[in-house]
């Protein structure tokens, strides 16, 4: 088992800059994919941003170029940098851990993001 530990998140007004960070309480030597997903009131969960071990981030169309994923393996951590916020950009934004082989799905207990207009 793996516990997700989120921080930051909470309320900006538009065009400001928050950053969250997740935390696993273990390391895995197994390829994984970490990042953010995020749901917003009577709409579906999405993905955010996410990046494997192969180093490539992957972000949604609508954050790219305004937010910045980024890991620390030896912390086991992943941040999320995300600036010039607009006020859809507000939603539970959960950590999202995926271990392969055996397939692992992780997920932490979301933080909130609102964003004014």
């Known amino acids: 088992q793996v516990q997700l530990v989120e921080s930051g998140g909470g309320l900006v007004q538009a065009g400001g800059s928050l950053r969250l960070s997740c935390a696993a309480s273990?390391?895995?030597?197994?390829?994984?994919?970490m990042g953010w997903y995020r749901q917003a009131p009577g709409k579906q969960r999405e993905l955010v941003a996410v990046?494997?071990?192969?180093?490539?981030?992957n972000y949604a169309d609508s954050v790219k170029g305004r937010f910045t994923i980024s890991r620390d393996s030896a912390k086991n951590t992943v941040t999320l940098q995300m600036s010039s916020l607009k006020p859809e950009d507000t939603a539970v934004y959960y950590c999202?851990?995926?271990?392969?082989?055996?397939?692992?799905?992780?997920w932490g207990q979301g933080t909130q993001v609102t964003v004014s207009s």
């Open positions: 999202n851990l995926k271990i392969m082989i055996p397939y692992e799905d992780y």
């Open positions: 273990r390391a895995t030597l197994r390829i994984n994919v």
């Open positions: 990046l494997g071990t192969g180093g490539i981030p």
